[in-house]
């Protein structure tokens, strides 16, 4: 374990760091998208005379395009519903991991950090698959995985 914790700790510091890393460029790229379609749209917007150019361009097809990619962000069921898979499968796989890797450890005294990691990972990880298949089953239901919106129960 002296050898094993050192290495341990090494890559998920840089793991964690890496996705602080990845998440912060992420969002300033989502943030200038942002701002220059925002700019696009108020210069489109400024161009129409009239309320009523305005009105007819909004109710036609175009103008129905428009108004959805006004939206900042429109967040994907599916998207969301898959990185709760991902993140749930990896968590699981560690939490069993570590919770096989408790019997190398009896002599060193080590075995009670290994169970409650393992144990946190694998009930973290069941949690996030849960939260997929509900977040599945009620995104089919309410119509949003294929796009059409439906308020029925």
Same mark, same amino acid.
Request: charged letters at 25%; zero cysteines; proline letters at 4%.
């Given at each position: 374990m002296d050898v094993l914790a050192p290495i341990l700790g090494s890559v998920g510091i840089l793991a964690t760091v890496g996705w602080i @890393? *990845? $998440? +912060? @460029? &992420?969002? #300033? #790229?989502l943030l200038k998208t942002t701002t220059l379609q925002a700019e696009l749209q108020g210069k489109l917007l400024d161009k129409f005379s $009239?309320?009523?150019?305005?009105?007819? +361009? @909004?109710e036609s097809d175009v103008g129905e395009k428009f108004l959805l990619s006004a939206t900042i962000e429109q967040a &994907?069921?599916? *998207?969301r519903i898959l990185g709760s898979v991902q993140v749930g499968l990896i968590l699981? !796989? !560690?939490g069993i991991a570590f919770l096989s890797m408790e019997s190398r450890f009896t002599d060193s005294g080590d075995e009670l950090g290994m169970i409650f990691i393992g144990t946190l990972s694998l009930a973290l990880g069941i949690g996030f698959l849960v939260s997929a298949g509900v977040s599945a089953r009620l995104s089919r239901r309410w119509g949003l995985l294929n796009g059409q919106k439906s308020h029925e129960g």
């Open positions: @890393l *990845r $998440s +912060y @460029l &992420s969002h #300033r #790229r $009239s309320t009523e150019d305005l009105h007819a +361009y @909004l &994907s069921p599916l *998207r699981t !796989a !560690a």
